[in-house]
């Protein structure tokens, strides 16, 4: 369990959704931004080197050489793979923002476990030392938690909201 920050309770979790919500659903479109920039970056790399093979191929340029020249191409600064490395980075920076900015406005001990679905574990010791699970597609209220040393995915014990 967390040493430092509170300790919540549903009711407290409650409260805090709709801001934790912002954030998260944030975090969420950042991090689709990261994977598709990055995705396109990795797919950008592989089209390069094989031109770059090509090219090298015709103009007999020894194989045994074509990975240093791939290498000094990428750093040379290929435009569309600099816009893709910014893109990448500004998302990055953005999710870094909304975490601390995040544990500001609520305070620390709140463990974010999932940027893909923006998925917050809240440290509880009502009904014992567990988590509050929440993420956005739950809904408005907090209707799951795990033991601590359960994985998120195993937040199978769904619970009534009545206290
Ligand atoms: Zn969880």
């Known amino acids: 369990m967390n040493k430092r920050g509170r ?3 549903v009711s407290s979790v409650n409260l805090v959704l709709p ?3 912002a954030y998260a659903e944030g975090m969420q479109e950042d991090f689709l931004e990261l994977r598709a920039a990055g995705d396109a970056a990795r797919a950008l790399r592989r089209r390069l080197r094989l031109v770059w093979q090509v090219e090298s191929d015709r103009a007999g340029v020894p194989p045994e050489t074509w990975d240093e ?3 000094l191409a990428m750093e040379s600064g290929n435009p569309e793979l600099v816009r893709l490395q910014e893109r990448i980075r500004d998302a990055a920076v ?6 601390a900015d995040l544990t500001r406005d609520i305070g620390e001990g709140v463990t974010l476990r999932s940027y ?3 998925r917050f574990d809240f440290p509880t010791t009502d009904g014992g030392p567990a988590y ?3 993420q956005p597609s739950d809904g408005d209220r907090v209707i799951h938690r795990h033991e601590p040393d359960l994985r998120c995915p ?3 014990a769904s619970f009534t ?3």
């Open 7 to 9: 300790l919540w309770t």
């Open 19 to 21: 801001l934790v919500r």
């Open 69 to 71: 020249g791939v290498r």
């Open 94 to 99: 953005r999710i870094d923002r909304a975490c």
């Open 116 to 118: 893909e679905f923006g």
């Open 132 to 134: 509050l699970c929440w």
């Open 154 to 156: 195993e937040r199978l």
């Open 161 to 163: 909201t009545s206290h």
